[in-house]
């Protein structure tokens, strides 16, 4: 009997792990009411929209847009609000259940269940592919290095990739493992990179949240406390690849 491959494996992986947390984590934790949540949801749609202006991208009016790894939807849903056509809005994800509540919550955008390791999409196809916490639930590196080609295969050349992550391990989840700049380089080595660090730490900002909306945003203002990357990441296709940071 031939082998799993190594994205088959992983992908497996995946599904048991969330499955997993679906039933041990309190919901409550990422909940919307959630002061935390609440004020680092605000900080990265400040910073997004921010980093949008810098792009020259006022509106994004007839981009055709695709979400890997897109989970219930709420990244596609917020950038209706930005001008996006939910026509060419699409997700994809590999838990079917995220891939349910996607499409309950806005039965207008297309969500589909399926593996970022073989986008069922043409190549060059989209503008702006969307990356929020996917890469670092993927533990295989070369698995990380099938889904970085997948997500170049299907952008046009020009378009860019707008992406969120964190940087560092967390010693109590080995589920997960933080994706460094230098990292993100090697998987897009040719793709020009604007990246700003965002959020503040998520033990000082649980601590903080509920005392002081005020004090949450000076701290993540430091850089030094914040923990995750908001990039993009521009295909060839004009300009050279240097990184570029960005300010406040």
């Known amino acids: 009997m031939p082998t799993k491959s ?54 994004l009016a007839g981009l055709r847009i695709l979400d890997v790894g897109c989970g219930r939807g709420e990244t596609m849903r917020q950038l209706l609000e930005y001008g996006a056509n939910p026509k060419l809005v699409s997700g994809i994800d590999l838990l079917e259940e995220n891939i349910n509540d996607a ?24 503008n702006l592919v969307i990356q929020f916490m996917l890469f670092t639930s993927v533990l295989d590196d070369g698995v990380k290095s099938l889904i970085a080609a997948e997500l170049n295969r299907v952008l046009i050349p ?20 933080g994706i460094t700049k230098s990292e993100i380089k090697e998987l897009f080595p040719e793709f020009e990179m604007r990246a700003k660090r965002i959020t503040l730490a998520p033990p000082v900002g649980r601590i903080v949240a509920p005392i002081s909306s005020a004090l949450y945003y ?17 295909k060839p296709g004009g300009t050279s690849g240097g990184v570029e940071e960005l300010t406040s």
Request: aromatic residues 10%.
């Open 218 to 234: 000076c701290l993540s203002r430091l850089p030094p406390l914040c923990t995750h990357l908001l990039c993009f990441l521009k």
């Open 158 to 177: 020009g378009g860019r990739i707008l992406w969120y992550d964190f940087t560092f391990d967390n010693p109590k989840n080995p589920n997960v493992h």
């Open 6 to 59: 190594a994205a088959d494996v992983e992908d497996a992986r995946i599904r048991t792990v969330y499955s997993d947390r679906r039933k041990n984590i309190p919901g409550t934790l990422y909940a919307r009411t959630n002061p935390f949540s609440q004020c680092s949801s605000h900080e990265r749609e400040e910073a997004m929209a921010a980093l949008f202006r810098q792009e020259g991208l006022l509106s």
């Open 103 to 126: 499409r309950r919550l806005a039965p207008h955008i297309h969500a589909i269940c399926g593996s970022a390791c073989k986008l069922p999409f043409p190549d060059e196809c989209f």
